[in-house]
């Protein structure tokens, strides 16, 4: 579904950042890019959703060239790839709602945007969302009232609103302590299993990439030296990519991690929606309908669940 096909940027007046990189993602199929400080990683994530704009390779998503598009085709595409950062990149003083609303915006009209307007199946969206990122009932909560892990849930939240066929996820734990890092790391390929996302996940904590992504890019001085199974990532890799290091700690992490496979699962955040579900009652998601009015803060109606 992800076509990169000798893919060049060159920044002006600095070297080049990427020299002909060629990948291709299947629907579904999640990448761990990994990599030295400058070596291209960040290049490569901007210039799919063409923050950055390639020198020269073509990029098709779905067949669509996204090198090549502008205006409106661009938005389009763009509407196909969902952004999750490291900082998060909420609005700090706006509720989870109106955070999780503002990932429409590529379907939602300027002024209804301003003034609020969302529809009411955008809404409903959220409302499950939230629910299955593990935030029921935290709508109404501004940003800054939360924790790094529970940012990074709504960042992945928003993401998904404009239901995209691409993840570019950028260093998503860099901020989170070791356990929020796996849970979210987990929430990832857990979300882009069920729903037949393809992902780009770049991250530089190498054991944790190969704990939780089966395939691994590697990029070193914008060229890849390494495309193939997390299991292949061994010490001679490691140099290849890396340059020479005692990476005897980091080899034996990444073992024990694929002996225990599975056994470092930790508790699943559930929601008491997913608590209902998983004791078998029918639930439903009733909303009261509404939107949120122009210049109204106030607290979205919450959600009910009513048992039939
Ligand atoms: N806006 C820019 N203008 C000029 N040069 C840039 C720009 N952005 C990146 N570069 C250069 O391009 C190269 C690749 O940078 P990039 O940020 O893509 O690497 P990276 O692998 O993401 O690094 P890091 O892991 O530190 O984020 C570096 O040499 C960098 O200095």
Not at 43 to 49: P, Y
Not at 155 to 161: K, Q, S, T
Not at 246 to 272: C, F, H, K, Y
């Amino acid at each position: 579904m992800l076509v990169i096909d000798s893919l060049q940027k060159r920044y002006p007046n600095s070297d080049v950042a990427l020299k002909g990189v060629s990948l291709e993602l299947r629907a579904g199929e999640v990448v761990g890019l990994i990599g030295p400080s400058g070596a291209g990683k960040s290049t490569l994530i901007r210039c799919v959703n063409r923050l950055v704009t390639p020198t020269a390779g073509r990029i098709a998503l779905d067949g669509v060239d996204l090198a090549h598009v502008s205006g409106r085709g661009l938005r389009r595409a763009r509407r196909q790839i969902g952004m999750i950062f490291q900082e998060y990149a909420l609005v700090e003083r706006l509720t989870v709602m109106e955070n999780l609303l503002s990932g429409r915006l590529g379907y939602t009209g300027f002024w209804k945007s301003w003034a609020r307007r969302f529809d009411g199946n955008d809404i409903a969206r959220a409302f499950e969302l939230l629910d299955r990122v593990g935030l029921a009932g935290m709508e109404n909560k501004r940003a800054d009232a939360l924790s790094g892990g529970q940012r990074q849930r709504v960042g992945i939240a928003r993401a998904l609103m404009q239901q995209p066929r691409l993840l570019l996820v950028d260093e998503p734990t860099a901020s989170l302590d070791p356990k929020t890092s796996r849970q979210v790391m987990r929430l990832i390929m857990e979300l882009c299993a069920e729903r037949g996302l393809a992902a780009i996940v770049n991250i530089h904590d190498v054991v944790l990439a190969t704990q939780y992504l089966p395939r691994i890019v590697g990029l070193k001085s914008g060229e890849i030296v390494y495309d193939g199974p997390a299991s292949g990532m061994d010490a001679v890799v490691l140099t290849r990519i890396y340059g020479d290091e005692d990476w005897s700690a980091i080899t034996r992490n990444m073992q024990t991690n694929a002996a225990q496979d599975g056994a470092l699962e930790d508790e699943v955040v559930e929601s008491p929606l997913q608590q209902e579900r998983a004791s078998g009652t029918a639930a439903l998601l009733a909303l009261d309908s509404g939107h949120l009015s122009a210049g109204n803060t106030k607290p979205l109606m919450a959600a009910q669940v009513v048992t039939p």
